[in-house]
């Protein structure tokens, strides 16, 4: 009877135990309930899990009911959220409840469309980083070596309309609702602002996008593997691939100028482009994947903009910024690792074989094409599409009706007064995903006619004046040390050859052709030696001081024509060449377009070209600027270190070891350290002043003057070392 009551006792305070435990369980009422996220951005067709915490956390209650504002738009199934329709601009709403509705919260979610990236396949390898050419800053050394595994980076920078998408708002200077469009690149934007619009995309595609390094950036300037190894993204010429100051004054619509070698495009100038890394100074070390120091104070900013000057859009420009500031001339592009299968790549073409860059006929005796080859990835089908063109450039141009081959028959018709003419191809895939144009094909076609002043040259008559030489105002910053100081020239007047001396001239007179460009009788002659054009032995004829030998090109001609033809002194080039008298002030002999006035590496397409077929200057004379060089009579020298009153028929120092040249010529390439340093123009200007020793090149040639006219004094050289 006792062991019954301690057994019903003990039965009765379990029992008490678990009434009391159930009763505290539901005294743990809901007070509430918050989602994990209240904004997202969603790309059609994707889903995204969102949380919906009950509180307290030891709630019993945790049911929760799920409701769209509009299911056809964005549907909700215990809180898995599915994009099903875009609406620009118009968000839908997401609800979370309690059981008994007391207790509810919101998410806004913006559906936009599939976001079409079009990204780049950079293949993996090893280049020379940074440079040590003339012109760059101390920043970009020192030049190592940098190894980079394959990634895919943006053929694009990113613009404006797909930041909103994303962002749901546009911090741009230059918008869209104020004349631009949506494809202008978005600026405005700080590193910090990115990295956010990076982590809301990568939420909303389910991808893995990031900020380029900066070594993954200049390798994908370059070009990477295919790397012609340009000053610029792309090309030597800025115009062809970069908006800068120079021709723009805001940004501009992406994809304008022609893309780089791997088909990428505005690498240089349009908008700086924020890199992830910390900016800090270079080491000689060679690095595999380097991602920068790993503190700092600014950010990476790589390419060059609207408002910088050429130099800052070179492919080894570099600065560091503020990564909290927004500027209205810095966006950025985006890449993704290659491991990530899921980014849409546009097939990649690459032209393997370019058309030829010269081609020279006479008139009526055309024939031949213009053929390019190329492939590309991912199987795609290609097709073709020729270009005319009033320029050397595979910008703009206009399409030739029914060639659409990857050859093309050059016109027969074509005549000598409209040449040269230029000629390039347009290879697309046929889905239009990606396209590449090839390099520029120029046609030259002369009349059939007698050659240019068989033995006499034609002549300009120079009336003597005074004149500024070396480095004035027109020439800018372009000068080099040895143009200065400008210093006052008189000069009495002179007779000087409308053109430079031509291979059928040289010809004539010595009785072979020493040119390395031949085809063409009325091209410049050049491989000829300041010696080979004075002579060196025999019987001579003093002309102005220099002594013209009789197994040299000038005493043969004059004894051939009775006259006393001679090299022009430095100072007669120079005040021929700015026009004399009629002198309008250019950079070039005859304009401040160059390509107007001049043969050079931008133009030439490698080569000389026949004598009088660019524009002449004031006075009626071609090819001062370009085409070739011209050999004067001085030695070289440094001009009067300061101010010493007029010179008078000035011949230069009286002793040294290389003689001037003058004028630039077709090529204009400066290779330094074995970088492709830049198509300088500048060594065209009328002011420029080369330097050669006894030497034949295929860049130097000549024209005669003959002594005539006005005397305006005795010769007079300013008393200084090295200029007697």
Known sequence: MKNIFYINFINFLIFAVILLNTNCQRDV???????DQNEITLEVGKSLDIKANVEPADAIDKFVYWKSSDPDRVSVENGRITGITA???KSVTIRVSTRDGEFEDFCTVMVHPELDFKMVFVQG??????????GSFNNEAPVHQVTLSSYYIGKYPITQREWELIMGNNPSNNRSDRGGNGNYPVEMVSWHDVQEFIIKLNISTGKNYRLPTEAEWEYAARGGERSNRYLYSGSNNINDVAWYNGNSSNT???GQK?????????MSGNVLEWCSNWYGAYTAAARTNPSGPLTGDWRVVRGGDWSNDATDCRVTSRYGLDPYEGYNNLGFRLVFPITDNQVTVAPLITITTQPASTSEFTENSITGSLSVSAGVTQNATLSYQWFSNTTNNNIGGTAILGATGSSFAIPTNLTAAGSPYYYFCEVTTAEEIHSVRSNVAMVIVTERQTIINPLEPEMVFVQGSTFSMGCTSEQGADCFSDEYPAHSVTLNSFYIGKYEITQGQWLEVMGNNPSHFTGNLNRPVEMVSWNDIVGTTGNYKEINGIRYYEN????????????????????EWEYAARGGNQSQG???SGSNNANVVAWHGLNSGNTTHPVGTR??????IHDMSGNVGEWCSDWWGMYPPGAQGTIINPTGPSIGTHRVYRGGNWSIIQVLGGDVHQYDLTLVRVSYRGIFGDERGNIIGFRVVLSGGIDLGTPTNPIFPGYP
């Open 29 to 35: 009422r809901v007070t509430g309930v918050k989602l």
């Open 125 to 134: 390898g090893t280049f020379t980083m940074g440079s040590a050419a003339r």
């Open 615 to 620: 524009q002449p200057n004031e006075l009626g």
């Open 586 to 588: 250019f950079k070039y």
């Open 552 to 571: 040299g090109f000038i005493y043969k001609l004059n004894q051939l024509t009775g006259k006393e033809y001679r090299l022009p002194s430095e100072a």
């Open 87 to 89: 609406t620009e601009g």
């Open 252 to 254: 501009q619509p992406i």
């Open 258 to 266: 022609i893309p780089n070698e791997l088909g990428i495009y505005d």
